[in-house]
């Protein structure tokens, strides 16, 4: 093999693998939305976990990339090992598409429209269309990524073309004949399979090479089967390095890949040579095509979750027995950086993380109630600890999402990373708030500073109402609520008028001398604070509007006061009347 032949050979390679990426790109892009939807649709019925694992790898062109997301989606807690096993299950499945659509090649037929099914003849149509969608509608971007999807299909097959010329030769070498040959060991011949597999991190290339050696005629039936079989255990790597330095489970989640593909290599091999060695199997020593190889693949892969899939809890248990579990508490995190390839993801476990931060935030505010309620500071004990980790959290999703907006992003993902940028900056707000309230009850409790009666049931009121509008907005984000949104303004409205009646029957019980002006410091102090914080809320729900409509903020909310539409004023009208003082 001249050096000619080799670096045609990696350069086909290099576009194989560089179109299956483009292509699983765009299509992730396309459908990265619904993606998350599907996986997010997971029950702990391990069909229909098959049956995602399928699409997803489908869709991504990549067992690996699936599997990678699930060691992710198991470190986050948010995947039990059942799902995950069935989930792995599926992606051996998906993976084999790539494979069938590359032995389109072995169609022989003289009618036109099956011709064009022909990689040769598919390939530049499949580049034109792609090119024409890119910069001909490259500012729509649902086309430019639809146009990827065709770029990078038609980069795939010239790939394979590459390939199958730089190795058309090598079947009359005879050292290659020799090497061949010996890959009739079925150990050497997963052993093969498998280390290429590893080097190169995807199953869908190796099985391409090995379709490229096919369309040759140099590959016989008992040297494709082991090498196949070798490609599904290789894959496996790409999960288990990814797992270094995750939680257990999600070690194990790496393992049942594993041994799901061990189990099912041994199990068929045993299968496929006691049949040879006892009754023959009468094609054994025939050429194989693209087709064939594309099939073995994908039986082999069905077979194995067929037969496995009764015994999902035996894989859970070989799992457990090889990461054992220690009673320490692992502490869950969604920011994954296994998400950062699949930015919709990535973006979505940013939100679970915010979602977290802002409980805790309301956390401290609820504290805050009780401790003015009962006179009490036992009430604020993990008020500070809280207030570090919203600290935390404001630093990691921050990072995370500068990270997830360096990737490829749709114009859609960059208008949720910028809403998202302004949320954790209010959520943060929010916790120094309830920081500062905490050290004003703090005062007053040390103090012995007590407010009146009439005082107090108003202050409760409104901390009341702060606390209402910090969880329509927990709960409109976390559901993507619209009409939820639009509840927050009309409510912080109602609290801006209750914290003029708050100073004001303040200032009426000071010139009275019913109230000593240290508290009354306080007193205003603390209406500030809440005030403040329904401000902050405001700015929420009004990010999460703007994420669907485009308008200025300052505007939107002043034509509300003024104009008071119709679903605001019975909002309005309804807190006016429940938070009455």
Not at 141 to 165: C, N, P, R, S
Not at 339 to 355: D, G, R, V, Y
Request: charged share 20%; hydrophobic share 45%.
């Amino acid at each position: 093999m001249s050096i000619f032949n080799l670096i045609a050979l990696l350069g086909g390679l290099g576009m194989f693998l560089y179109g299956m990426k483009t292509m699983g790109d765009g299509l992730e892009k396309s459908a990265g939305a619904k993606m998350k939807l599907i996986i997010e649709s997971l029950t702990s019925n391990v069909f229909k976990a098959v049956l995602i694992g399928t699409l997803v790898t489908a869709l991504i062109q990549s067992s690996s990339a699936t599997t990678v997301m699930v060691v992710g989606f198991v470190n986050a807690g948010m995947m039990t090992l059942k799902q995950a096993t069935g989930v792995i299950m599926g992606a051996n499945i998906g993976t084999t598409v790539t494979a069938i659509i590359l032995s389109l090649g072995d169609i022989q037929s003289d009618a036109w429209y099956l011709a064009m099914l022909k990689p040769s003849n598919l390939a530049p149509l499949a580049l034109i269309i792609g090119a024409v969608l890119i910069f001909a509608f490259g500012k729509k971007q649902k086309l430019k990524d639809i146009g990827e999807i065709f770029l990078g299909f038609g980069v795939l097959f010239i790939g394979m073309q590459y390939m199958e010329g730089a190795v058309g030769h090598l079947k009359d070498l005879p050292q290659f004949k020799t090497i061949f040959a010996n890959l009739k060991n079925p150990v050497l011949g997963i052993l093969s399979g498998a280390i290429v597999t590893a080097i190169i991190q995807s199953s869908s290339a190796s099985v391409g090479i090995l379709q490229a050696l096919a369309a040759t005629g140099a590959v016989s039936c008992s040297q494709a089967v082991p090498i196949i079989m070798g490609q599904n255990i290789g894959t496996c790597v790409t999960a288990l390095l990814s797992s270094i330095g995750t939680s257990k489970n999600a070690k194990r989640a790496a393992f049942i890949h594993l041994y799901f593909n061990l189990i099912g290599t041994i199990v068929f091999t045993a299968a496929i040579y006691i049949t040879q060695f006892t009754i023959g199997i009468p094609f054994w020593e025939n050429m194989v095509s693209r087709g064939d190889i594309a099939f073995f693949h994908t039986f082999f892969n069905v077979a194995n979750t067929i037969i496995l899939l009764p015994f999902t809890q035996v894989l859970i248990t070989l799992a457990n027995k090889t990461i054992k579990s220690k009673e320490e508490k692992e502490e869950i995190s969604y920011l994954d950086e296994r998400f950062l390839q699949t930015p919709s993801l990535a973006i979505n476990q940013a939100k679970k993380e915010l979602l977290m931060m802002m409980g805790l935030a309301r956390e401290n505010i609820s504290a805050c109630i009780s401790a003015v309620l009962h006179h009490d500071l036992s009430y604020l004990a993990g008020q500070k600890e809280n207030e570090e980790k919203i600290d935390r959290y404001e630093f990691k999703i921050t990072k995370y999402l500068t990270d997830i907006n360096e990737k490829n992003l749709t114009d859609e993902d960059r208008k949720k990373i910028a809403g998202l940028y302004h949320i954790i900056n209010d959520v943060e707000r929010i916790g120094d708030y309830a920081d500062n309230l905490a050290q004003n009850i703090t005062d007053k409790v040390n103090k012995n500073i007590k407010f009146t009666d009439e005082g107090k049931d108003a202050l409760i009121k409104m901390m009341n109402a702060v606390l209402e509008i910090i969880d329509l907005s927990i709960e409109a984000f976390a559901s993507e609520n619209l009409r939820l949104c639009e509840k927050i303004e009309p409510l912080e409205q109602v609290i801006d008028i209750l914290t003029e009646k708050l100073k004001q029957g303040h200032t009426e019980r000071l010139s009275k001398h019913v109230c000593s002006v240290e508290s009354g410091v306080i007193y205003l102090e603390m209406i500030s604070g809440l005030e403040r914080v329904a401000d902050h809320c405001s700015n929420i729900g009004m990010a999460m509007l703007q994420d669907k409509h485009i308008f200025d903020t300052h505007e939107y909310a002043k034509k509300l006061h003024e104009e008071m539409p119709k679903s605001f004023k019975a909002d309005f009208e309804n807190y006016i009347e429940k938070y009455s003082i």
